[in-house]
């Protein structure tokens, strides 16, 4: 089955301590995203990705970085410069804008706990 | 940045048609106009997108403005189901080349039983 991946579903983590969030996908997309989302609010961009070994900071990037050295594969890391960690993290993939204009494919999320 | 507005939240009942809306005054001539919705504790998921005319899906129908400042989402008979937070955004290429994909808050849409 082709779709996008994260992993954990739930992680805990001291504060402190950089965290490595997963994130795969098996559709052959291009562009992949991070996203963070606090209760009752809406999505923010971290990072995104158009191309392998390649990406751009979001809105929110401070305190987080990636890397794209697969087209499969685009992990997180959230260090311990973030400020306020605790939060659901979404991961997606698409086909690029300019090839065609479809649709976006989220992962089920990740939810992050730092004690 | 190309925004969308929507109203923070509707209310519907079950077997009624919703109608959800989204201003986008600023958006370009070659922006999409996408939606998606997010049910609890779950990642988002497409709906349905467009870019003039009016589009239908099995999930859903989106009718665009004639000038393209305004879309609305419509539901025709909702469902319990339905029950979720739904964004429209608009799909804009950035500098570079690079796209950036940007999710406002959304409409929380609760359907009474």
């Known amino acids: 089955d082709g779709g996008i991946t994260q992993s954990p579903k739930y992680l805990f983590r001291k504060e402190g301590q950089n965290v490595t969030l997963s994130c795969e996908q098996n559709?052959?997309?291009?562009?992949m995203y991070w996203y963070r989302q606090d209760p009752g609010q809406g999505l923010r961009l971290i990072y995104y990705?158009?191309?392998?070994?390649?990406?751009q900071k979001g809105d929110i990037a401070e305190g987080y970085s990636v890397s794209r050295e697969k087209k499969e594969s685009f992990p997180l890391t959230v260090t311990s410069a973030q400020k306020n960690p605790t939060a659901f993290y979404l991961c997606?993939?698409?086909?690029?804008?300019?090839?065609?204009?479809?649709?976006?494919?989220f992962g089920q999320g990740t939810r992050l706990t730092v004690v | 940045d190309a925004k969308t507005t929507q109203p923070n939240s509707m209310e519907s009942n079950e077997e009624e048609p919703v109608h959800l809306p989204c201003n986008h005054s600023?958006?370009?001539?070659?922006?999409?106009i996408h939606w998606y919705r997010q049910l609890p504790s779950q990642g988002p998921e497409y709906v349905i997108h467009?870019?003039?005319s009016n589009v239908n899906n099995r999930m859903a129908s989106l009718a665009i403005a004639e000038d393209r400042k305004s879309s609305t989402l419509i539901l025709h008979r909702a469902t319990l189901r339905d029950a979720a937070v739904y964004y429209c955004i608009l799909r804009e290429p950035s500098q570079g080349g690079s796209e950036k994909l940007v999710f406002g808050k959304g409409t929380k849409l609760t359907v009474n039983p």
């Open positions: 467009g870019l003039t």
């Open positions: 600023t958006i370009s001539g070659t922006d999409y």
């Open positions: 990705s158009q191309i392998v070994n390649d990406f």
């Open positions: 559709l052959n997309h291009d562009a």
């Open positions: 997606a993939s698409s086909l690029v804008w300019e090839k065609m204009n479809t649709e976006a494919f």
